[in-house]
């Protein structure tokens, strides 16, 4: 089972800076996509930014040069760097990961959530 733990939420206020992690552990042989997601109060959960193995990045228009996603290979890690925030920034963060297990099986697996709030 690969599972994901997310870290890095909380408060902040208008115009700060919060950087999410997203450790995966398990059977993981390669990690290929990685995307993070958020949903706000009452809203669909919408796709932030992804990127892929190769390091290609891309972002929902409204994060553009606010945002930078990355990752870290060695430690299976993911991180979403946050800045200039705004409080419609407000929502629940979760990471997906998608790649593959040691004997070449594909794993889907979601985190838990972290709630970032940012307040005006």
């Known amino acids: 089972q690969v599972q994901l733990v997310e870290s890095g939420g909380g408060l902040v206020q208008a115009g700060g800076s919060l950087r999410l992690s997203c450790a995966a552990s398990?059977?993981?042989?390669?990690?290929?996509?990685a995307d993070w997601y958020r949903q706000a109060p009452g809203k669909q959960r919408e796709l932030v930014a992804t990127?892929?193995?190769?390091?290609?990045?891309d972002y929902v228009d409204s994060v553009k040069g606010r945002f930078t996603i990355s990752r870290d290979n060695a430690k299976n890690t993911v991180y979403l760097q946050m800045n200039s925030l705004k409080p419609e920034d407000t929502a629940v963060y979760y990471c997906?990961?998608?790649?593959?297990?040691?004997?070449?099986?594909?794993?889907?697996?979601w985190g838990q959530g972290t709630l970032v709030t940012v307040s005006s």
């Open positions: 398990g059977d993981i042989f390669i990690i290929n996509d």
């Open positions: 997906n990961v998608k790649g593959l297990r040691s004997f070449l099986t594909h794993f889907d697996a």
């Open positions: 990127i892929t193995s190769s390091g290609g990045t």
